[in-house]
Nanobody, 119 residues
Framework: QVQLVESGGGLVQPGGSLRLSCVAS????????MNWYRQAPGNQRELVAT???????TYSDSVKGRFTISRDNAKNTVYLQMNSLKLEDTAVYSC?????????????WGQGTQVTVSS
């Protein structure tokens, strides 16, 4: 079992920055693909950024060039650095850990952290 706890959300003005953290416990996530999702009221959940166990990263078009996902395996932690924030980035951001070994799939979620971009 993996437990995930996000932190770092808050209220920020447009153009500002925030860094979200996702701390994993219960098991090492070094081999897990780690994802950041977000969901705004009335919208579907959106995959924002992914970092594979080997470090490869992908981003949604909506955040590419502004957000950076990274991981510190020694701290069992994943980060999402968010720069040049826009009003439309307002959402609950959730961390996800996913790994499939054979027929066994591990899929774990944090409780989410609110990010509000407002002037």
């Amino acid at each position: 079992q993996v437990q995930l706890v996000e932190s770092g959300g808050g209220l920020v003005q447009p153009g500002g920055s925030l860094r979200l953290s996702c701390v994993a416990s219960g098991s090492s996530v070094i081999f897990y693909t780690m994802n950041w999702y977000r969901q705004a009221p009335g919208n579907q959940r959106e995959l924002v950024a992914t970092i594979a166990g080997g470090g490869a990263t992908t981003y949604s078009d909506s955040v590419k060039g502004r957000f950076t996902i990274s991981r510190d395996n020694a701290k069992n932690t994943v980060y999402l650095q968010m720069n040049s924030l826009k009003l439309e980035d307002t959402a609950v951001y959730s961390c996800n850990a996913r790994r499939t070994v054979g027929t066994t799939r591990g899929d774990y979620w944090g409780q989410g952290t609110q990010v509000t971009v407002s002037s």
